[in-house]
């Protein structure tokens, strides 16, 4: 790893006015550390924004240990992992190693680590309630890699992924919206079929589509 100073974050894609994808790590007042999917806004001057949802383990974590460790990785696999990772495994299924500058542990074989403070949660979005979190950036390394060619089974994984955990947390609540979402798993799980059928993306949507299809459509 080497090190990279913030201003260097727009060269790893974090360029304002978007929202990023990564897995966050937290840690609990005991100790006991937790990972999820987490995508974060950039603002203006790379102000990094985070907004979990208020009844997530995220959230009550940041409310007991004020930090956080942005993991950074293209892996779609980890990001299903890290988000159902208490109906798929466990979290001690996890490898973590010690972070330079807050408590919370980095997650092991990532591409970068932005290690951040958590300033007090902005007022609260109205719809469904997530919460606003300001990231002050303390630490950050980034693996130096050869370039990457573009995949678009990588990112509609990812995409499934995302649906997914937005439909387990609004399938109570919004049925048309959770509707909409399952359409596009489905969509992103034939396209990935289509161009990558024997790659590790086509195992995560077959993974995703399961899981939404049994544990929120009992199908």
Same mark, same amino acid.
């Given at each position: 790893?080497?090190?990279?100073?913030?201003?260097?974050?727009?060269?790893?894609?974090?360029?304002?006015?978007? !929202?990023? =994808?990564?897995?966050?790590?937290?840690?609990?007042?005991?100790?006991?550390?937790? !990972?999820?999917?987490?995508?974060?806004?950039?603002?203006?001057? %790379?102000?990094?924004?985070?907004r979990p949802y208020a009844e997530t383990q995220t959230a009550r974590?940041?409310?007991?240990?004020?930090?956080?460790?942005?993991?950074?990785?293209?892996?779609?696999?980890?990001?299903?992992?890290?988000?159902?990772?208490?109906?798929?495994? =466990?979290?001690?299924?996890?490898?973590?190693?010690?972070?330079?500058?807050?408590?919370?542990?980095?997650?092991?074989?990532?591409?970068?680590?932005?290690? $951040?403070?958590? =300033?007090?949660?902005?007022?609260?979005?109205? $719809?469904?309630?997530?919460?606003?979190?300001?990231?002050?950036?303390?630490?950050?390394?980034?693996?130096?890699?050869?370039?990457?060619?573009?995949?678009?089974?990588?990112?509609?994984?990812?995409?499934?992924?995302?649906?997914?955990?937005?439909?387990?947390?609004?399938?109570?609540?919004?049925?048309?919206?959770? =509707?909409?979402?399952?359409?596009?798993?489905?969509?992103?799980?034939?396209?990935?079929?289509?161009?990558?059928?024997?790659?590790?993306?086509?195992? %995560? %949507?077959?993974? !995703?589509?399961?899981? %939404?299809?049994?544990? !929120?459509?009992?199908?």
């Amino acid at each position: 790893m080497i090190p990279v100073i913030p201003s260097s974050l727009r060269r790893m894609g974090f360029i304002p006015g978007t !929202v990023v =994808e990564t897995i966050l790590s937290t840690i609990a007042s005991d100790g006991t550390p937790n !990972v999820a999917p987490m995508g974060v806004w950039v603002q203006p001057g %790379v102000n990094l924004v985070i907004r979990p949802y208020a009844e997530t383990q995220t959230a009550r974590n940041l409310q007991e240990v004020p930090e956080a460790v942005i993991n950074i990785t293209d892996d779609s696999r980890i990001f299903f992992n890290t988000a159902f990772k208490r109906r798929d495994t =466990e979290v001690d299924a996890f490898f973590f190693d010690p972070a330079k500058s807050v408590r919370p542990p980095r997650l092991r074989g990532m591409l970068g680590y932005i290690e $951040v403070d958590i =300033e007090e949660p902005l007022k609260p979005r109205e $719809v469904d309630n997530p919460l606003e979190y300001e990231c002050r950036v303390k630490e950050v390394e980034a693996s130096p890699r050869l370039p990457q060619v573009h995949s678009r089974a990588r990112l509609a994984a990812i995409e499934c992924v995302i649906h997914a955990t937005r439909i387990v947390a609004l399938s109570d609540s919004d049925p048309d919206l959770t =509707e909409k979402l399952y359409d596009l798993i489905k969509h992103y799980h034939r396209l990935v079929h289509r161009i990558a059928p024997s790659s590790v993306h086509a195992g %995560v %949507v077959d993974d !995703v589509l399961y899981l %939404v299809e049994r544990l !929120v459509y009992w199908l």
